[in-house]
């Protein structure tokens, strides 16, 4: 299984000098259970890039939504593959009640877009989880469980023969009100994966002005990684405040207090354009 990044920030898109090298898009990922089906984890700006890549592959795209906040749907208007006639593309979001996974294309209408979501080439369908939370894609078991982040939004867990990948963004770990998901059972959903994608988008100093916005401190995500025994963890959805500079300085940090407590987990922190090739019987492989 590899998993590809191509959009790693949260709220909204950072281009700029001083984030090219983690990268300014929202919230994409490319993840490839085998050779064929692609798994796109939300369709923040970071999936038009993905889309030209796409457009001369004919494997069938199935797009899974975390939820539907502008920074993981606004890039789908720009994924060519919508415009491909003949293509199939599902939609896939466990949060949603049954009929409504189709309004993520209701951004596409005057006066926000001049092509609306109902002239779309490509055959689009919702295909539904089972009543676990489960679905089968290809050689890929997914299976999610609720956020908890305002408005709701679902995390997934992939699993395939030889590697497991669980996909966590905006959530919120240790949130002052309602609990969808509790700490033990996000311990659980995660125990033993070769790699964990978390919401690390705050520093403990800034949770008084956040506390509540449905994310996660850097520390907290940090925590479940070593509690879960995970093999590998890429820290995620970046402030897009956040410099270069600043996340080269949190991703020491953040190795240095892991490596305090455990030799067993590998941090990384998420940058567009890396790729992790997942295996059970060895290490993973990172490549630009
Ligand atoms: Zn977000
Ligand atoms: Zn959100």
Known sequence: MKVTFYGVRGSIAAPGRDTVKYGGNTSCLLVEPDDEVVLIFDAGTGIRELGKLLESDSRDIYLLF??????????????????????TIYLLSNYMDKGSETTVLDQMIDPHFPITGAELLANIEVLPFDE????????????????????????????????????????????????????????????????????????????????????????????????????????????PSRTDLQLDQILADSREWMAQHTENTEVFLAAEGDSYQLTRSKSQIRSK
């Open 132 to 239: 676990r939370g489960a679905v089968k894609i290809g050689s890929a078991r997914v299976s999610s469980i609720p956020l908890n982040h305002p408005g709701g939004g679902s995390a997934y867990h992939v699993e395939r023969a030889n590697s497991t990948l669980a996909y966590i963004t905006d959530n919120e770990l240790s949130p002052p009100g309602e609990v969808k998901t509790s700490y033990a059972e996000w311990v659980e959903f995660v125990r033993g994966v070769d790699l964990l994608i978390h919401d690390a988008m705050y520093l403990d100093k800034e949770l008084p002005q956040i506390h509540g916005w449905g994310h996660s401190l850097i520390s907290q995500a940090l925590q479940l990684g070593l509690d879960a025994e995970v093999k590998h963890m890429v820290l995620f959805h970046h402030d």
């Open 66 to 87: 975390s939820h539907h906040h502008w920074d993981h749907i606004q890039g789908l208007p720009f994924f060519k593959p919508i415009y491909q006639q003949g293509r």
